[in-house]
């Protein structure tokens, strides 16, 4: 397992996603146009953010079992889920945290232009612990990583899985999108499953 730590706790594993599991293709024949839109305008880096990019949140026990392509989508949340917990388990050796809850996997797609302005992903109205985010390509220009308060700037390649802390201090931002879609899954996760809805996405 290659890994390159970028800053405290910041932690990129490399190749994760590999081009060969063909994500992006089968997620967008998949997902169809069942897209939607995720844009806010909030600028509030404490109790909100601004972004514009498309959704699609699900987890294997959120999709109507015979609702359109649900097999299908079910069987990558499968093959996604068991990488991610792979390399979080690696995490927990390195860092004093243990995961227990796992948030709905949201599959995110960035157009020309779209972001996501500095947040927080542990916030007053969802507590998180340990933040993922998969690179699910990187041919496209901008929309790099950036760490407000440690000035980390980082540029995602292809099959990266970044795994960093969810608190205040991380506030981060996704920059625009110059040229091209980004595709990327993002899984927020907590210590326990105590004060999370079992059934906020079903
Ligand atoms: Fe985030």
Redesign the pocket.
Known sequence: MIKNVIGPGIVIYKNIFPESMNLVKRYEENIGDSWYDAATNDSDLYHGSSRFCKNFLYSDTSLEKNSKNSKQLIELYNEVMIKIKECLLDYEKDYPVKVKYFEALNVVKYSVNDF?NY?T?DGPDVRYTV?C?AYLNDDYDGGNLHFKFFDINYKPEIGDLAIFPSAYSYA?A?YPIINGTKYIF?LMTDRTAKGHRSDQYK
Request: hydrophobic letters at 50%; proline letters at 0%; zero cysteines.
């Open positions: 996501f947040h992903d933040s985010v981060h996704a993002a």
